[in-house]
């Protein structure tokens, strides 16, 4: 038998990993969204900065951190006019050797070839192109000539086709004739695909013959386009950071290296095509290299190509853009620039957007990200488990339990399960469907395999409690948000809407947001819920909806809970409209205070959580705890949640 090795795994994300539980992640964006945050901003936030937990992968804001200092490193990493100098300094060498040769040769040949080299323009295309006739006296300084004329050759090539500096090492007159021909067929090509009569099969030739010439390994035309296209703007990106006198001189020596390799016609024929078919490059930009070390044109280009990459890459991981997604950023460009790891991070900042969609958490809805009934609920479990978090110990009782029987004891019966239903499965109940339903088969053994729908799921049901009228009373007003008691009013609504819908599915739960009106507010809609930017605190509308929602249930005990930082300033007229008057008006202090007295003819106890100490809300809800018999909380905002929990709590283990 062959043997087997185990180890740990290398070659990226483990495959066996658990995959990323993206309520984390929910939960993570719910605090911005309570403030007033968009679900879209605050994915974005939450993708810059990474999400604990994880697999401790980096955000967004670090991968752009190690961008940009990988341009800084770039940007210092030598200066452009590499190859100039090297020229310059080879040219000067070659005309030394020269004179050396001549000095001690008392001929006039030796005196007129003096003067000829006294007359070299100081110009170093025109001094290498004024001395390519020059017939050379001293074998040291021909050879030192021909050495700056393949320079010049591989530099020039390399500049256009990374790793031409490789395949020129030895320079043969057959390899420079298959790089003429490679060029030659590279054209036709374009111009085939131009006509649209370019092939696969015409590509995969091409490179089975001068594969060895591209070592990115290009898999199609489109992408040895681009590979050239982003070269050959880099090259011309090199020419504009350059001084006018550099990039002149560069220019002629470019140019009389490609005529006199036979490549000047096509190249140009090249260059055209690259810029026609990928003009959205940055050709003649200019790029700041600030560097000591010279750097050779090709390293050069391959350095100023790099920081093309980088620019689009930060401008991708930024993300501030209209319409930006994960899906803009180029992972080739993150392997580039960074390396694997970078490219596992950012596949799992596009995981955990994709799954927050995939698994209903989020949803497109005309183009806008909005959070979907799931999504709210999920909001509100964490925030009535933050809210059990804070209660002290021993007044949890049994009410932090997540499990199924939430309601009461089972009594054995079961129902059909609906969506969002925690209890637990009645799995004997649920086979008997399926096979009632004809969903059963046999596997050719004899033997009977059921498989199961939806709908015949079933779910055990739990013994009913005393069931209660619920009403949730949440100031709406603009001083809410300015007392920052916004966000917390909203996640303690969830949070009681999340209790009452896990714990007591049986109660009867309202929640009315009042401002200059009053409005029943829909779980769906409570988390990306605004403040309303009007006057007005109309809470005697607020309690004539929820006496209308109390009415519809006579046989329910009515709780009725109010959350506000100010006394009414507002109420509605027999016209439906409302008035505002401030201070306080003394018929908006009397409308309100006779439909107090209404829900105490209901027996309604109303409990008020004050969020503010002014004089005159202290007078006003002493005079509602007088007329109903309710209580009067001033606890902090960020203990909203736990006081508004607690005393529905109490009110239902009263009963």
């Not at 990226?12 to 945050?37: C, F, K, Q």
């Not at 752009?64 to 190859?83: I, Y």
């Not at 988390?527 to 605190?537: I, N, P, R, S, Y």
Request: proline share 5%; with cysteine; charged share 30%.
């Amino acid at each position: 038998m062959s043997g087997y090795r185990y180890g740990e795994y290398h070659d990226g994300p483990d495959p066996l990993a658990p995959p990323y539980d993206v309520r984390a992640a929910l939960d993570e964006m719910g605090d911005a969204i309570l403030s007033g945050s968009t679900p879209l901003d605050s994915l974005r936030d939450l993708l810059k900065r990474g999400v604990p937990g994880a697999q401790d992968r980096r955000g967004l804001d670090e991968l752009l951190r190690e961008v940009r200092k990988r341009r800084r490193e770039l940007r210092e990493r030598g200066n452009l006019d590499g190859t100039l100098e090297r020229a310059r300094a080879l040219l000067d060498k070659a005309i030394g050797q020269e004179r050396a040769e001549l000095f001690p040769d008392p001929s006039d040949d030796a005196r007129l070839r003096e003067s000829e080299l006294d007359g070299v323009p100081s110009d170093t295309a025109s001094a290498v192109q004024q001395l390519s006739s020059y017939e050379w006296r001293s074998p040291a300084a021909r050879q030192t000539f021909e050495e700056l004329r393949e320079l010049l050759r591989r530099e020039v090539l390399d500049s256009r086709f990374r790793g031409m500096r490789e395949a020129l090492a030895n320079p043969d007159p057959e390899m420079m004739e298959r790089v003429r021909q490679m060029m030659s067929d590279l054209n036709d090509m374009l111009d085939q695909d131009a006509r649209g009569q370019h092939t696969q099969d015409d590509f995969d030739q091409f490179i089975e013959k001068y594969g060895d010439l591209f070592p990115e390994n290009p898999r199609n035309l489109e992408e040895l386009v681009d590979i050239l296209a982003r070269r050959a703007a880099a090259a011309q990106r090199m020419l504009a950071s350059m001084t006018p006198e550099q990039r002149a001189e560069l220019q002629a020596l470019i140019d009389q290296t490609l005529e006199q390799a036979g490549l000047g016609e096509q190249m140009a024929r090249l260059s055209q095509a690259l810029y026609a078919r990928r003009p959205d490059l940055a050709w003649d930009t200019p790029e700041r290299m600030n560097g000591e070390q010279p750097l050779g044109m090709g390293d050069a280009v391959s350095a100023l190509e790099e920081l093309a990459d980088l620019s689009q890459l930060e401008t991708a991981l930024r993300q501030d853009y209209p319409g930006a997604r994960l899906d803009d950023i180029d992972e080739a460009a993150i392997r580039r620039a960074l390396g694997r790891s970078a490219v596992d991070d950012l596949e799992t900042l596009k995981q955990i957007e994709r799954e927050l969609e995939q698994q209903g958490y989020l949803r497109r809805q005309r183009g806008k990200l909005e959070l979907t009934p799931k999504g709210v609920r999920r909001l509100g479990e964490t925030a009535l488990r933050k809210v059990f978090d804070s209660l002290d110990a021993g007044r949890r009782g049994d009410h932090d339990q997540r499990d199924a029987g939430a309601a009461g004891e089972l009594t054995g019966s079961s129902r059909p399960w609906r969506f969002g239903d925690e209890q637990p499965i009645d799995v004997v109940r649920t086979l008997v469907n399926g096979v009632r339903r004809g969903n059963g088969r046999g596997d050719g053994d004899g033997h009977a395999r059921v498989s199961l729908s939806v709908d015949d799921f079933e779910v055990a049901e739990t013994e009913r409690r005393t069931a209660a009228a619920v009403c949730l009373l949440v100031d709406l007003s603009y001083s809410m948000a300015l007392r920052g008691t916004w966000a917390p009013a909203k996640q303690t609504a969830l949070a009681l809407q999340a209790l009452v819908a896990s714990k007591f599915p049986g109660d009867a739960v309202q929640i009315i947001g009042f401002s200059n009106y009053a409005r029943v507010l829909q779980p769906e809609e409570l988390a990306g819920l605004e403040w309303d930017m009007v006057q007005g605190t109309n809470l005697h509308h607020a309690l004539l909806i929820a006496g209308r929602h109390l009415d519809r249930h006579p046989d329910f005990e009515p709780v009725v809970l109010v959350v506000t930082d100010g006394e009414p300033t507002a109420h509605l007229m027999r016209n439906g409209r409302y008035w505002f008057e401030w201070p306080p008006s003394r018929e908006t202090l009397e409308l309100t205070l006779a439909e107090v007295d209404k829900m105490t003819r209901r027996r309604a106890t109303l409990n008020v959580f004050m969020l503010a100490t002014d004089e005159r809300l202290k007078d006003f809800v002493d005079e509602v705890a007088r007329r109903n018999g309710g209580r009067v909380f001033s606890p902090s905002a960020d203990r909203l949640g736990e006081y508004v929990v607690s005393d529905f709590l109490r009110s239902r283990r009263s009963r």
